[in-house]
């Protein structure tokens, strides 16, 4: 059975006079969600580390305030003093955080074999950039009693692992443990109103990437993203025009028996197993 905290949780958190926090928030899915809490009259920071583009996404935003404070701090969400200082100030400034929204991502291509370089990189934005967010944020908004709640970003390449990129994956995957340990601990914590929630985008056209068909744009992400925290829901598994739900179950679950059929990994992309896969209904 679903565990769901009350139906109207979002409903005390996404409001005017509440604070929320967004990570890699100068585009892409991370802006147009501190644009939508903005629309919704909360007092919205705006973190990144590409202060041109957060100056600009700062401007849009409070464009679409509706009488909210807006405030952009360029951070690097790899450096924990970095964003234990974020949290300092939005508590300076707001008094209040009631959404935390782990989005900050590092993206590299290489291999397995990789240098080292690339894979610190990916997964001190990918996976510290988020463990930094929860464990600055976190025990002030447990200590403040009040409805909250935090999101990480997390992607379908961490549950499925498609081969190709590599260490986005496994920083992904490494989101999913954690954010699932995370809520685990908070759920069973004393009189926490504080709840953790995984937001798995599907093909999602950001930043400067041309859009592809069947790309969904990031405020549809967003409202689906909404939706889903009202509902109380934990796995928010985005859709996109290409793929269904139906398609994500079939993926997910013939992901898993590669391990309890034991047969070899990543078998969807494998030759052998083609027309056991397309034959293949969860």
């Given at each position: 059975m679903q565990e769901t905290p009350p139906l109207s949780a979002l409903k005390t958190v996404t409001v005017p006079?509440?604070?929320?926090?967004?990570?890699?928030?100068?585009?892409?899915?991370?802006?147009?969600?501190?644009?939508?809490?903005?629309?919704?009259?909360?007092?919205?920071?705006?973190?990144?580390?590409?202060?041109?583009?957060?100056?600009?996404?700062?401007?849009?935003?409070?464009?679409?305030?509706?009488?909210?404070?807006?405030?952009?701090?360029?951070?690097?969400?790899?450096?924990?003093?970095?964003?234990?200082?974020?949290?300092?100030?939005?508590?300076?400034?707001?008094?209040?955080?009631?959404?935390?929204?782990?989005?900050?991502v590092a993206r590299h291509t290489g291999g397995c074999l990789d240098e080292p370089d690339n894979w610190r990189k990916t997964i001190d934005v990918g996976l510290f950039g988020v463990i930094n967010g929860c464990q600055a944020f976190a025990p002030a908004m447990i200590a403040a009693g009040k409805p909250a709640m935090i999101v990480n970003v997390g992607s379908k390449q961490g549950i499925t692992n498609p081969p190709g990129r590599p260490h986005y994956n496994v920083a992904k995957a490494a989101v999913k443990a954690y954010t699932e340990l995370l809520q685990h601990e908070l759920r069973n914590g004393d009189d926490t109103a504080v709840t953790?929630?995984?937001?798995?985008?599907?093909?999602?056209?950001t930043g400067d990437r041309a859009h592809r068909p069947g790309a969904w744009w990031p405020d549809q992400v967003v409202d689906y993203m909404l939706d889903a925290l009202d509902r109380g829901d934990f796995y928010i598994l985005c859709p996109d025009g290409e793929v269904t739900p139906e398609m994500d179950a079939k993926r997910i679950l013939w992901a898993a028996r590669d391990i309890t059929e034991n047969r070899p990994p990543l078998t969807r992309w494998h030759a052998g197993f083609k027309a056991a896969f397309d034959a293949f209904e969860p």
């Open positions: 006079g509440r604070g929320a926090v967004v990570t890699g928030a100068a585009s892409g899915i991370g802006l147009a969600a501190a644009k939508r809490f903005a629309a919704l009259g909360m007092d919205v920071c705006l973190a990144d580390l590409d202060e041109t583009a957060l100056d600009h996404a700062r401007k849009d935003i409070q464009a679409a305030a509706q009488g909210g404070r807006v405030m952009a701090m360029a951070v690097d969400v790899a450096d924990a003093a970095a964003v234990t200082a974020l949290k300092d100030r939005v508590l300076a400034s707001f008094g209040d955080v009631a959404l935390v929204m782990n989005n900050a953790a929630h995984l937001l798995i985008p599907g093909m999602t056209t």
